[in-house]
């Protein structure tokens, strides 16, 4: 109990220090941060949760100081771990247990908090109408990414919610881009939606709701609901085909675990190449990174239907490296049927671009459906050698495999169009 009235009282002066930034300068938050970091250290005298909030307000005042981070941005991501953790603490019994109804109090507190924090410490100085509507827009990817970071299982959240929050605000800063509050509200609210139906039809567990947010509200602002439509065909794809003969792969110890939930490392694997482009694209307006986009997702969809259908295949798999029979379920094993799939899964992408209106169908969306047929065989030849030696994970194979299958749709469109 003294351990919680403690962090309760660190969070209430966290929360003071925010609403006291627009009268203090850069070196003051420093050295009064600090002078926490050091009392908590002296009572604590090991690693705490307490220590791990101050260490991560110390390392945000150093670099307001040295490398000029954004005021407003400190603020901001001290009111996203100070006032949206207290709002989720209300309805978790513990902050090892995360919830969906915590994370969305979560998000909602964060978000309030973030803005008019962020707010309040420009308010000072004429801003102009734009950066209301700036902050709340940097407001609402810092609350995605501090719900993203409490939802992950680890020891160390008050450190990485408030530096990761401010990290990815003083990112999206620098873009100098943002669409109105409406527009961003209605992002996050349909990402949210589609996560919670998934959350419920168990293909996607909270962190897998929460990562898929993030990156869907981003696809949305920076691309479009037509960008966030095609990644949206992958991950209805990828859950129903997960249930696809599950109680036959489970027999055979292949199944995916946790009953095919997906989590945050499967949705950063597979969408991390896509969230990037979609980015860049919103910023810089290129055509050929729809293109790569495209090709990443295909390659994302045809490897995740090439597993999943690919292992019900009545034929014994071959090594891709050495075509010897293997058993089925092997990383980097192909079979007919798996191919066949990989094939179609990419197909289906490109369908889908095309009904869309994003691109037509003539030699273009050839680029990235043979794009994401290649990506899916870099996809298991690094499973074949790197990730059966140790060295990557899955999760870094479909990482790398995508940026393969959007380099690859890139240089088919040069060669093709």
């Known amino acids: 109990m003294e351990k919680e009235q403690h962090e309760g009282l660190l969070l209430i002066l966290f929360g003071c220090i925010a609403l006291m930034l627009p009268f203090l300068r850069e070196w003051q938050l420093t050295f009064i941060v600090l002078a926490f970091t050091a009392g908590v250290f002296i009572k604590c005298k090991r690693p705490s949760r307490s220590l791990h909030l101050c260490s991560a307000v110390l390392t945000l005042a150093v670099l307001s100081w040295v490398l000029r981070l954004p005021m407003y941005i400190v603020g901001a991501s001290i009111a996203i771990s100070v006032f949206g953790s207290f709002a989720s603490s209300t309805v978790e019994p513990s902050h090892h247990i995360k919830t969906v109804p915590g994370s969305v109090l979560f998000l909602i507190f964060s978000i309030i908090s973030a803005f008019l924090v962020g707010s309040w410490t420009v308010a000072f100085i004429d801003s102009g109408d734009t950066f209301y509507q700036f902050m709340f ?36 800063a620098g873009f100098g881009y943002w669409v109105p509050p409406f ?5 996050l609210a349909l990402t949210l939606t589609i996560g919670y139906i998934s959350y419920m039809a168990n293909t996607a567990d909270v962190t897998g709701v929460l990562s898929g947010t993030l990156l869907g509200v981003l696809i949305i602002i920076f691309g479009s609901v037509k960008w966030f439509t095609i990644l ?22 292949i199944a995916q675990a946790e009953g095919g939930a997906r989590g945050y490392k499967n949705v950063f694997g597979n969408g991390l190449v896509a969230l990037v482009l979609a980015v860049a694209g919103g ?19 045809g490897d995740t239907l090439a597993s999943e259908i690919g292992e019900t295949s009545k034929t ?9 029979r293997v058993k089925p379920g092997t990383s980097g094993a192909i079979s007919p049927l798996g191919e066949l799939s990989a094939l179609v899964g990419a197909i289906l992408i490109g369908a889908l671009a095309v009904l869309l209106g ?4 003539h030699m273009i969306i050839v680029a990235p459906i043979l794009g994401g047929f290649i990506g899916v065989h870099i996809d298991s030849l690094l499973g074949a050698t790197l990730e059966n030696k140790g060295y990557l994970t899955n999760h870094s194979v479909n990482l790398l495999a995508t940026a393969a299958g959007a380099i690859a749709s890139v240089g088919l469109y040069y060669v093709l169009v």
Not at 288 to 299: Q, S
Not at 316 to 324: A, C, D, V, Y
């Open 283 to 301: 910023v810089w307006g290129w055509h050929v990174l729809l293109i790569a986009y495209l090709g990443a997702i295909a390659t994302a969809t």
């Open 183 to 187: 527009q961003v509200m209605l992002a």
């Open 358 to 361: 994003m691109t037509e169908l």
């Open 137 to 172: 827009f940097l407001a609402t990817i810092g609350a995605v990414t501090g719900a993203v970071l409490k939802s992950i299982p680890h020891k160390t959240d008050n450190l990485t919610i408030p530096f990761g929050s401010a990290m990815a605000m003083w990112l999206f």
């Open 316 to 324: 014994q798999p071959r090594m891709i490296t050495s075509f010897k």
């Open 232 to 253: 949206l065909a992958f991950f209805i794809l990828g859950g129903a085909f997960t249930r696809y003969k599950y109680r036959y792969k489970e027999a055979l110890g």
